[in-house]
T-cell receptor, first 115, second 111 residues
């Protein structure tokens, strides 16, 4: 199956700062997904990327599908306290697969925002 | 619209006991997934169903785990007998040919 490496593992930032995290895979992906998980809840889909080079925004969040198809980036601008949570990247568990079946998840980036 | 519903939200049991986790997917979704989340291993897919049929159960840890989906609106994940190493948060997710929507999870503690 695909392996995902997500970094950094954790971030402690001040409110208002921008945040950047990334995910790399051991092989080519057709889809990249970014999820956020808040304490006591399940992951919630933030952004889905389906094409190499694609840049997609969702409010203050922007994600990019790397040109090599082996990486993806998530940026959060002007962070606020409610951005706190664990951010996961995810992609198809099998090479050439879609996001509709098995997903493999990165280890997650724990984000803490100080007011 | 109601999201994915899981019950119970918390379960504490003793080693050796049978545990049954329940999931109601979003209406109209035809794929259902069971995931397990631990600090050590992160989010792992256990099994997934498409149109109520199990498609891939390669993530099921061992024979003590079983899952069923008797109809489009209900699925169970059973552990019998339970062991302390089964302690984790178990998530159910559903989808309809697209990204998955996760339920709130069941936090299982096996003493």
């Amino acid at each position: 199956g695909q392996q995902l490496n997500q970094s950094p593992q954790s971030m402690f930032i001040q409110e208002g700062e921008d945040v950047s995290m990334n995910c790399t895979s051991s092989s080519i992906f057709n889809t990249w997904l970014w999820y956020k998980q808040e304490p006591g809840e399940g992951p919630v889909l933030l952004i889905a990327l389906y094409k190499a080079g694609e840049l997609t925004s969702n409010g203050r969040l922007t994600a990019q599908f790397g040109i090599t198809r082996k990486d993806s980036f998530l940026n959060i601008s002007a962070s606020i306290p409610s951005d706190v949570g664990i951010y996961f990247c995810a992609g198809p568990a099998n090479a050439g697969g879609t996001s509709y079946g098995k997903l493999t998840f990165g280890q997650g980036t724990i984000l803490t925002v100080h007011p | 619209d109601a999201g994915v519903i899981q019950s119970p939200r918390h379960e504490v049991t003793e080693m050796g006991q049978e545990v049954t986790l329940r999931c109601k997917p979003i209406s109209g979704h035809n794929s259902l997934f069971w995931y397990r989340q631990t600090m050590m291993r992160g989010l792992e897919l256990l099994i997934y169903f498409n149109n109520n049929v199990p498609i891939d159960d390669s993530g099921m840890p061992e024979d003590r785990f079983s899952a069923k989906m008797p109809n489009a609106s209900f699925s169970t994940l059973k552990i019998q007998p339970s062991e302390p190493r089964d302690s984790a948060v178990y998530f159910c997710a559903s989808s309809r040919g697209g990204p998955k929507f996760f339920g709130p999870g069941t936090r299982l503690t096996v003493l």
